[in-house]
């Protein structure tokens, strides 16, 4: 990549961190979304990383996203509880509800959490490592501005909605999905775009329904759906969920991040946290997975594939790479991010 | 369709609910299972109906499974419940697992329930509907015998794996995704294998690994995942949540239905339900999904779609259609039937 230097992932989360501080949220608000976005350039998901700081500052100056909410915890049941977010950054609101989430499945086994006025969450991989840290099966789910439509329809009207799950493991590494409901990421739409880059053919359609493999054009029109009629129903779950039950907006409601600076989006998670220990003890659990990764990897391999991993481990592994390597930033993202530390008087990211 | 003739769907229910019973199910098991079997013939998933009762009753007779279990439930939180099945048909106890999910969620907001010692449920649309028919939304996982590769693999690991959902709703129907994890289901292609018809590229692979069109290879190789990588991750979700964490078989070891008569399957399930009016009234629920489904409806169609419909509503309408006009059944089902009438000394489906 020309033009890319690589940044120590410490100083790039201070850096984010900084930002946001000036921005006007608490320092330790600010200092979860700095390791969160870098959380996921680690992870080799770029798109939800640090490339998106601009957008999330220009939501807080315009008042859509609220630098210092009130997120509200109330409990419906001993087993629910719904999470308002005060229009807050969505990273803060999913930590808290993930964090009651564990606290109720760990009083009574399952705990239930519905979201409502919160906002783009960043990467769902986020929440469910959260809960395997604490010992817990996850299931993380978010409706997101329409993006990719029902099947049978031309316009987006569905988010692209990641549907994200986790157990974890034993010995061996867990489990960790974090998949967008689109063949491709919007925001690796958007970074091609960027980068004046083609993209795929079967992956969008452009304004006027016709497919296209112009990054600008699809960023503008609608990603088809993973698998069909299949990742078009999960998409449209996602936002039933999310959307219609919690209370959140759905149904093509949800506003743009990038196109929508007039008002909240009211966006909507659904989490469902369980004890690993529900059915056999805590030690046959861990020693069950270990197995299950044991035989998995033991499959005797297609082409081209020399390895197996499981979801979750070819990123465990970036990361690992990238916390050495530091990590790779364009010059783009590095020319917008100048002139955020610029704007709010913060020093530049050194080039190294 | 030769050879296919039209039955009454209560005649074909009933004729199932003969045999279960000469089998030496109770009469209000077997007539259980009779409805379940229509049930799927009348939503068009022939692959999960009355072809399969020759297997169903081969496998009673050979002991693998269980005519008359004492399925057991044990709460071990307010919250969540352990089904232990008894090696029974699994439709009686995925049904009672669903029974369970409902009342709990009645009582608390949410219900989970883990099921072990279950076997082959049939169609997992038949619990997520008890579910809908009670008002309450539901996820419904279960694992099942080999059929997919792990992502990388090239045999059988992971099984086809329905995974199962669904959402209530107002005036207008609700949603009911019931979806294998293969691009085409394992039923289907034995059907096709019967019929000696083909079927479409990049759904399986032999044996050895190869890509195939010939269903009976196919059959005996490997079904391909939907949505590549994502499918694959799913299929490997539904293991763990249904096979690791409920202590129910895992990681390749779930028997095969048709070639292992051996041993019971010690099948899983996972079944989580939730009230519907946890976080709006009830009232406003079934308002927000009407308007969900009518913006839906309304969205600018692709072509060549003359209308968009929801995940359901197709099966809905052809188990409409079937009622009036009878279920086809293909001659070689209705042989495998009268040869098992014989047997069990019940008078043959009459061909109307």
């Known amino acids: 990549m020309t033009g890319t230097v690589r940044i120590p992932h410490g100083t790039l989360q201070a850096f984010a961190a900084e930002l946001f501080g000036r921005a006007g949220l608490r320092p330790h608000d600010a200092a979860v979304i700095g390791h969160d976005l870098v959380a996921a350039e680690l992870r080799g998901l770029a798109s939800h990383g640090v490339s998106r700081i601009p957008m999330y500052l220009e939501r807080l100056r315009r008042g ?85 439509p029902v099947w049978g329809g031309r316009t987006a009207f569905l988010g692209a909605a990641p549907m994200a799950a986790g157990v974890p493991g034993g010995r061996a590494p867990g489990f960790l999905l974090d998949m967008a409901m689109t063949g491709i990421a919007r925001g690796k739409i958007r970074l091609a775009a960027r980068h004046g880059a083609p993209i795929e053919p079967g992956l969008a359609l452009d304004k006027s329904g016709a497919p296209t493999t112009d990054a600008a054009a699809a960023f503008e029109g609608v990603c088809l759906p993973f698998g069909g009629h299949k990742g078009a129903a999960l998409a449209m779950l996602m936002d039933l969920l999310c959307g219609v039950f919690t209370g959140a907006s759905f149904g093509g409601a949800v506003g743009s991040l990038y196109f929508d600076h007039g008002a909240p989006q009211n966006l909507g998670h659904l989490m469902i946290v369980a004890r690993r220990d529900l059915f056999v003890p805590a030690d046959e659990f861990e020693r069950r997975m270990d197995t299950f990764v044991e035989r998995a990897k033991a499959c005797p391999r297609a082409q081209p594939f020399d390895e197996i991993q499981m ?42």
Chains 1, 2 share one sequence.
Request: aromatic fraction near 4%; charged fraction near 20%.
């Open 311 to 352: 979801p979750g481990e070819p990123e465990d592994r970036k990361a690992t790479a990238l916390r050495a390597e530091g990590v790779p930033v364009s010059a783009e993202v590095l020319s917008d991010l100048d002139g955020e530390a610029d704007r709010l008087g913060v020093a530049r990211l050194h080039r190294g």
């Open 64 to 148: 859509v996203v609220n630098p210092r909410p009130a997120i509200s915890v109330t409990k419906m049941t001993p087993a629910v509880s719904l999470v308002d977010g005060d229009d807050g950054m969505g990273f803060l609101v999913a930590h808290e509800a993930m964090k009651e989430a564990i606290a109720l499945a760990g009083a009574i086994g399952i705990g239930l959490v519905g979201v409502r006025r919160s906002t783009h969450f960043g990467m769902s991989a986020l929440y469910v490592q959260q809960a395997i840290d604490a010992g817990y099966l996850s299931l993380v789910f978010t409706n997101s501005s329409p993006a990719i």
